[in-house]
């Protein structure tokens, strides 16, 4: 690594007052979006009963979020270190809060579609701001660390109330209100943040190139499309065609990042060993993890049977993991290290995703619970500790677009996740065998199968209930495995890459 090495000025000693009270609305805006993620997949059987979607609608419903926030992620993060981290944040949360009315009122498969891609550009730009605030709130990198570890714990504890809240409305309510529990949270953050936040922007950052920007969603979004069709129906035109120009479009966005005086982003932060290992790593451990989460609350409740509410009391221990992990996991990577820290934590989710894949129809909570506080604890202690590393691993004034980086690779393995490992889910489910009588549509989904089975004579639906569940689990327990394989292989590679990265390091640019 060649360059000179920036050191803390007396400006960055400064703490500034009000900071803690600051970083309280910033995980409101976590919390927003750990919420929305987490109740969909609660909401699922319902949204499949009522608006009947076919298993590409539903997947599609489920991971379109996560393809427009990947897209939009670097766009957005460094027109927020433009126009300014906090206004770009109100007024995100504002849209994220109206799209959420237009997630829960949407009547047809294609109307959701379109409502959960709108949600994905509204949460575009809340995650890289927020991310982007701390690194300019807390200048002291112990403080940063407590910081960092504070908004991961949020954020994984959105994911425990999102179900329990979303298991509680969708008992009460129709599932629409499982999105409409965003608005009172998006209404406190921006009362009360357009009071206590400070703004920051980069001085004199130069232009935000509309070009780059249509690069960027065009390369991401046709990328991962390329994978998930190609992951459900193979190889085929469509699938080589949005690959090839996916990749055209990624390889123009580089090449005009590099010649650009002022990028969107700047392509000598991947120089950086430590920065490129925490994202990779973050990207690694979302594929490996999200296919299976997506499924799980099915399982939960549409194989063994569970309500939803008793569905998210079930996952609570990851949540709980997470939240007791991130709340030490800078101590611990100072006293060993984060090698050790990040490496160990992925290994420890990798091991209890392999413990899922002797799952069953009657599979006893023990294993499930221990496994799910495993994925947890491994989880939290890896996030937070990349995302210091990120954070760290720039200079202030790059913190929205270093911020918009990590949150690229976590959506983006987030819909490569889906994708693939949804897709072995439901390729797998699909060739079960049922009776004679066996509706087309119970092949689709799960959720198709038990409303299919409401219309049927009571032992052509059982019959066709225990093929239908008994094949969802053997998908589930194949995708188990090949997240378990991800999530190895990406301990494998931080061991190597973060070797020597300490979160107390001086930076050094290219």
């Given at each position: 690594m060649t360059g000179t090495l920036r050191t803390a000025g007396p400006t960055e000693a400064?703490?500034?007052?009000?900071?803690?009270?600051?970083?309280?609305?910033?995980?409101?805006?976590?919390?927003?979006?750990?919420?929305?993620?987490?109740?969909?997949?609660?909401?699922?059987?319902?949204?499949?009963?009522?608006?009947?979607?076919?298993?590409?609608?539903?997947?599609?419903?489920?991971?379109?979020?996560?393809?427009?926030?990947?897209?939009?992620?670097?766009?957005?993060?460094?027109?927020?270190?433009?126009?300014?981290?906090?206004?770009?944040?109100?007024?995100?949360?504002?849209?994220?809060?109206?799209?959420?009315?237009?997630?829960?009122?949407?009547?047809t498969p294609e109307t959701m579609i379109l409502a959960r891609a709108l949600l994905g550009v509204a949460g575009a730009t809340l995650m890289p701001a927020t991310l982007a605030l701390?690194?300019?709130?807390?200048?002291?990198?112990?403080?940063?660390?407590?910081?960092?570890?504070?908004?991961?714990?949020?954020?994984?504890?959105?994911?425990?109330?999102?179900?329990?809240?979303?298991?509680?409305?969708?008992?009460?309510?129709?599932?629409?209100?499982?999105?409409?529990?965003?608005?009172?949270?998006?209404?406190?953050?921006?009362?009360?943040?357009?009071?206590?936040?400070?703004?920051?922007?980069?001085?004199?950052?130069?232009?935000?190139?509309?070009?780059?920007?249509?690069?960027?969603?065009?390369?991401?979004?046709?990328?991962?499309?390329?994978?998930?069709?190609?992951?459900?129906h193979g190889f085929g035109r469509t699938a080589l065609a949005a690959g090839l120009l996916g990749a055209g479009a990624l390889y123009g966005f580089v090449r005009r990042q590099l010649t650009l005086p002022a990028p969107l982003l700047d392509m000598r932060l991947f120089r950086h060993r430590g920065f490129s290992g925490a994202v990779l790593a973050d990207l690694l451990t979302i594929l490996g993890l999200s296919?299976?989460?997506?499924?799980?609350?099915?399982?939960?409740?549409?194989?063994?049977?569970?309500?939803?509410?008793?569905?998210?009391?079930?996952?609570?221990?990851?949540?709980?993991?997470?939240?007791?992990?991130?709340?030490?996991?800078?101590?611990?990577?100072?006293?060993?290290?984060?090698?050790?820290?990040?490496?160990?934590?992925?290994?420890?989710?990798?091991?209890?995703?392999?413990?899922?894949?002797?799952?069953?129809?009657?599979?006893?909570?023990?294993?499930?619970?221990?496994?799910?506080?495993?994925?947890?604890?491994?989880?939290?202690f890896s996030f937070t500790v990349t995302a210091d590393v990120i954070l760290s691993s720039v200079p202030r004034e790059q913190a929205g677009a270093a911020s918009a980086v990590s949150e690229t690779a976590y959506e983006l393995g987030a819909a490569l996740g889906i994708a693939v490992l949804g897709s072995i889910v439901t390729g797998v489910y699909r060739d079960f065998t049922g009776p004679a009588g066996t509706p087309a549509e119970a092949h689709e989904s799960l959720g198709g199968a038990v409303e299919a089975a409401s219309h049927l004579p009571a032992h052509t639906a059982g019959t066709m209930l225990d093929a239908a569940r008994q094949s969802f689990v053997d998908g589930l327990a194949l995708a188990a495995g090949a997240g378990a394989a991800v999530l190895l292989a990406a301990a494998v590679a931080a061991w190597f890459m973060l070797r020597g990265q300490r979160l107390e390091d001086p930076v050094e640019h290219p």
């Open positions: 400064v703490k500034r007052p009000g900071r803690w009270l600051a970083l309280g609305v910033l995980v409101l805006a976590v919390l927003l979006v750990a919420v929305d993620a987490t109740v969909l997949g609660l909401a699922t059987p319902y949204i499949s009963e009522d608006l009947e979607p076919s298993g590409t609608q539903l997947l599609w419903i489920g991971d379109v979020y996560s393809f427009v926030i990947a897209g939009l992620l670097v766009s957005m993060g460094s027109l927020g270190d433009r126009v300014g981290r906090k206004r770009i944040l109100l007024c995100g949360a504002t849209a994220f809060g109206a799209m959420s009315v237009l997630n829960a009122y949407a009547t701390i690194r300019n709130l807390f200048h002291d990198p112990r403080e940063r660390s407590l910081a960092v570890g504070i908004w991961g714990a949020t954020a994984s504890a959105g994911t425990a109330v999102g179900p329990v809240l979303g298991g509680f409305l969708l008992e009460h309510f129709w599932w629409g209100s499982v999105f409409l529990i965003n608005l009172p949270v998006m209404a406190v953050l921006v009362l009360v943040g357009a009071r206590t936040l400070p703004e920051s922007r980069t001085p004199d950052p130069g232009p935000w190139d509309l070009v780059s920007v249509v690069l960027s969603l065009a390369g991401t979004v046709g990328v991962v499309y390329a994978v998930k069709e190609a992951a459900t296919g299976l989460v997506f499924f799980l609350s099915q399982y939960l409740q549409l194989v063994q049977g569970r309500r939803p509410l008793e569905a998210g009391l079930a996952e609570l221990p990851a949540a709980i993991g997470a939240v007791a992990a991130g709340l030490v996991a800078g101590r611990a990577a100072r006293r060993f290290s984060v090698r050790s820290v990040v490496a160990g934590g992925l290994a420890a989710v990798g091991l209890a995703l392999a413990a899922l894949t002797v799952i069953d129809r009657s599979t006893g909570y023990p294993l499930l619970g221990t496994a799910l506080l495993v994925v947890g604890l491994g989880a939290g």
